[in-house]
């Protein structure tokens, strides 16, 4: 299979919604509020039931209940809220036929979930990380869709399957996804960002994820952050305890906070 298809896939997504174009432009302006965030995202029934069922669960680790959404947008704040909106996107736009990885549309949305909230429990506080990794890490298994759907349209959905089920780590996964197609599926997200113009830095981030010492220096905080994340919360069903492993054992390769991720894994990682 050709980069050329995967790149048309791209290019044929559906545009931005509404709700989407509204919450970047006031999380883009320096006067956005959070107040005018809300009323947006009250407009959008999935979304607003999609934030304040997320605030709701044990995920986030919020020690009191959340009943108005505009408490939930203070809460979680602009850059998360981005990443609700564009997983309501999704679901209600996009095509979320997963059966090459082995899942199905309710099981990766949960994923991504959960990658969102490892990631901000581990860098509560840490505005500049956030910046880049809450929206990034919602969306970071974008690349799957594309490739999915590549694989059900030309009836190799279940082969690929096969294959990828035998795969002990993401860095096996990679491996296979550049055999079959050229691209893993975290450059193909990297693509999906350029084409919905997000910041270089978030392009970037997910593109060196797999290789975070071939990128620039400012990027590689970012992709080793999100490595780590996806080393430990990952779409196929790896060994839990080998992944949790290998991901404390990478915090401590790549000097970030393993202690302070291994508190935010044991709330991340409840069910929700």
Known sequence: MTKELILEKVKAFPPLDDTVSKVMAICNDENGSVGELAKVIENDPMT????????NSPLYGFSREIKS????????????????AFSSFLQKKLDLNLTAYGIDEKEFIAITERQNALTQNWFKGDKKMLEVLSLTSFLMEMGKIVLSNILVEKGKDQEFKALALQCCTIDELE?????????????VT?????????DETMVNAIKYLHHPENAPQNIQPYSKALKVVKTAISTINYDQEKTTQMAI???EHYSLD?????EALSVGLEPA
């Open 249 to 251: 054992e990478l915090c």
């Open 48 to 55: 607003m039931a999609n934030i304040l069922k997320a605030a």
């Open 258 to 262: 393993a202690q302070k991720f291994q």
């Open 175 to 187: 491996k296979l996804e550049i055999e079959v197609f050229g691209m893993s599926n975290e450059e």
């Open 69 to 84: 959404i505009t408490q939930a947008v203070s809460i979680f704040g602009m850059d998360t809220v981005k990443g609700f």
């Open 190 to 198: 990297s693509v999906v960002f350029e084409e919905w113009n997000f």
